[in-house]
Structure formats: C-alpha cells, structure tokens
C-alpha cells in the first residue's frame, strides 16, 4: 500500500558528501515521523535521523554535527545530507517513514541503498 523509494547511496572517499532522498507513495494520509536507518553485516538496525512533521530532528551521536535530515511534507520526501563522512559510516542506509493511512498506521521500509565511504 506505501512504497519507499531510495536513492543516491554510493562510494565516496573519507571527507567527502552523499545525499540520500527517499520518496513515500502510495495510500498515504499522513506521514507522522521519516528517518534513516543503517546496518552493517552482524549488526542490528540502526538510528541514524529522523524527522517529525513539525520538522524537530534527532540524531545518533555518532553523526552530529555531519549528517543533516531535512522533509518536505508536501512531497512526501525526505533527505540525509551526509558531510565529512567516515569508513564507519560504511553500511546499507533504509529509508523509513510511520505511515497512516485510511486503515492501519504501520512503519514502511525501503529496499535500502549502499553507502561505502573509502579510506
């Protein structure tokens, strides 16, 4: 019923930028909170922002003051601006948003997109 589509993960080298969109479709009424998560091989699912509809953010220690969630409620969208990336924020970034529709409120995932930062 939701779809999340993913885009923009890639290889960088450390230092540099990605920018992670994500869009939401499907029978969406409203979106209460969209965030990203990541993991890596062996380790649980992770925080890593996430964004409310009022636009408060939060994030995981080890990204602050580099990584900036920002959406645009109108499009159902949300973005991670990646800056000064590190090797250990090598993982598979999931795009996630809470979901209401016209029937069940329900957490949606994307597929995921790669991101390798090498050193």
């Known amino acids: 019923q939701v779809q999340l589509v993913e885009s923009g993960g890639g290889l960088v080298q450390a230092g540099g930028s990605l920018r992670l969109s994500c869009a939401a479709s499907?029978?969406?009424?409203?979106?209460?909170?969209m965030g990203w998560y990541r993991q890596t091989p062996g380790k649980q699912r992770e925080l890593v922002a996430s964004?409310?509809?009022?636009?408060?953010?939060i994030y995981a220690d080890s990204v602050k003051g580099r990584f900036s969630v920002s959406r645009d409620n109108a499009k159902n969208t949300v973005s991670l601006q990646m800056n000064s990336l590190k090797p250990e924020d090598t993982a598979v970034y999931y795009c996630?948003?809470?979901?209401?529709?016209?029937?069940?409120?329900?957490?949606?995932w994307g597929q995921g997109t790669q991101v390798t930062v090498s050193s």
């Open positions: 499907g029978s969406i009424v409203t979106i209460h909170v």
């Open positions: 996630n948003a809470d979901v209401h529709t016209r029937t069940a409120l329900y957490s949606a």
């Open positions: 964004v409310n509809s009022d636009g408060r953010a």
